[in-house]
């Protein structure tokens, strides 16, 4: 990242530019501005939001000063070290040198990098949330512009306001649409989260003569609005990304399928057991997280299940540790964070980490790091009421399984007639370095740890 004054500029007018936020990607989209021009910015206050890798990051402002002009517009696609904001400086003692230094911001670039972000071991009463409402403070979290429980500030003031007096709090949604329907934030009601505008308060202050930005004339010979018959989404942050990830999949990776139906049982009437007992109060104990145990413990007899394909080496990469993915439904599109070394950790731990990732990838929280490095993943399309699915394989791994929904259906248990708890285990797999007997004889190995617990604890 640089941070410079522009050579045609005046030496108190600093310009940022986008700095390099430690993923080796080359460019970010720029979701929304926080300031305008005209604002009166301090050291470190957020001053936009960019996404990339799948997370919204917001942007602290290295100078404290004055706005004079936003160099991009929400939607843009930015390259790493092109201008995004030029800022007059507070005062002439605050104005840096042009010595070239690369700055970087907390938390991303190469310090960052060489930082482990393992989160610390959990803490008796205290939550994996607890302890992200407390992070979320640091410069350069990640939050979603989409969630309006992610309230943050907003710049816009009513005429003949003071500069720097107290600003209206909105949704990044919410001030965009208010933007467009040339609405003043600060004469309305928020029913947010500490009182912040959300787009529903927004759509409620609208006059009813006042047109919607959706609105467009009748055309004659149709009859109908356009926008009624029609709707263009612009292909752009998680869904452009996921796109781009799929379509690699889809054509690099030459992909099979396999299925078993497996009598879950004994692990449903285990759960039961364990969400009574003191090891698991307060922990959303689902059959997933005792998935992904029976997934890792077989994923330790069949390493090939766990590897990738380096095709400019032409070497299959076989991976003794698991960056377990998990995939999470969003508001913004597909997401999988995956936990690290999850062969590390116990059913307890795993269960909470499969919480806190699922819970901070709905916020928009998910950082890059989170977001990069699996190695293996599971989708859970039970949750749906799906019986069972046929994913594509990640980039850059092996197999990925997926879990059905889990009901009462009749079974033959020693000749005869039973209702039984049962699912439908799949696993989709690269026929490159994985072949149908090794998928088959892993995926069997998944479906006898639910059908018999105990075996999968004692392993454990």
């Not at 939607?75 to 040198?97: F, K, M, N």
């Not at 306001?161 to 467009?180: D, F, Y």
């Amino acid at each position: 990242m640089e941070n410079s004054v522009g050579h045609d500029l005046p030496a108190s007018v600093l310009e940022f530019r986008l700095p390099d936020l430690g993923e080796g990607l080359t460019d970010a989209e720029l979701v929304s501005w926080t300031v305008a021009v005209g604002d009166t910015v301090e050291l470190n206050q957020a001053i936009a939001d960019v996404e990339t890798a799948k997370a919204v990051v917001s942007l602290p402002s290295p100078f404290a000063g004055r706005v004079v002009e936003l160099l991009a517009r929400p939607g843009d696609t930015v390259a790493v070290g092109s201008p995004l904001i030029r800022i007059q400086a507070a005062g002439a003692e605050e104005t840096p040198s042009d010595t070239g230094r690369t700055s970087v911001l907390v938390g991303y670039g190469p310090e960052a990098e060489a930082t482990s972000r393992r989160r610390p071991p959990a803490q008796p009463g205290v939550s994996r949330s607890d302890r992200a409402d407390g992070q979320a403070e640091a410069q350069g979290v990640s939050r979603s512009d989409h969630a309006d429980s992610q309230a943050e500030e907003v710049h816009e003031q009513p005429p003949g306001t003071v500069l720097g007096a107290p600003r209206a709090a909105a949704t990044p949604a919410a001030r965009k649409l208010a933007r467009e329907l040339g609405l003043d934030l600060w004469f309305i009601a928020g029913s947010g989260p500490g009182g912040a505008v959300t787009v529903e308060d927004v759509r409620g202050a609208v006059p009813v003569s006042q047109p919607g930005p959706a609105t467009a004339p009748a055309v004659a010979d149709a009859g109908a609005r356009p926008s009624a018959r029609e709707e263009r989404t612009p292909i752009s942050g998680i869904r452009k990304r996921t796109a781009a990830a799929m379509l690699t999949s889809a054509r690099a990776i030459p992909q099979a399928s396999t299925f078993v139906t497996a009598d879950c049982t004994a692990s449903m009437e285990l759960l039961d057991h364990l969400r009574s007992t003191k090891s698991f109060a307060g922990l959303a104990l689902t059959p997933l997280p005792l998935v992904a145990e029976a997934a890792l413990a077989a994923l330790a007899d069949f390493p090939g299940m766990n590897a990738c394909w380096d095709e400019a080496a032409q070497e299959i990469v076989t991976k003794h540790y698991v960056n377990l993915g998990i995939a999470v439904a969003t508001e913004r599109g597909l997401l999988v964070p995956n936990i690290k070394e999850a062969q590390t950790l116990s059913l307890r731990d795993l269960t909470r980490e499969i919480g806190w990732l699922a819970d901070t990838a709905r916020a928009g929280s998910a950082t890059p790091a989170e977001l990069r490095g699996g190695t293996f993943t599971i989708t859970n399309v039970g949750v749906f009421g799906v019986d069972a699915g046929v994913p594509l394989v990640n980039p850059g791994e092996a197999a990925i399984l997926c879990l059905g929904s889990i009901r009462k259906r009749p079974w033959v248990v020693r000749d005869e007639i039973a209702i039984r708890w049962v699912t439908t285990l799949g696993v989709s797999f690269d026929h490159r370095m994985v072949d149908g007997e090794l998928a088959a004889r892993f995926l069997a190995t998944v479906a006898g740890f639910l059908e018999d617990p105990l075996t999968l604890l004692s392993r454990v």
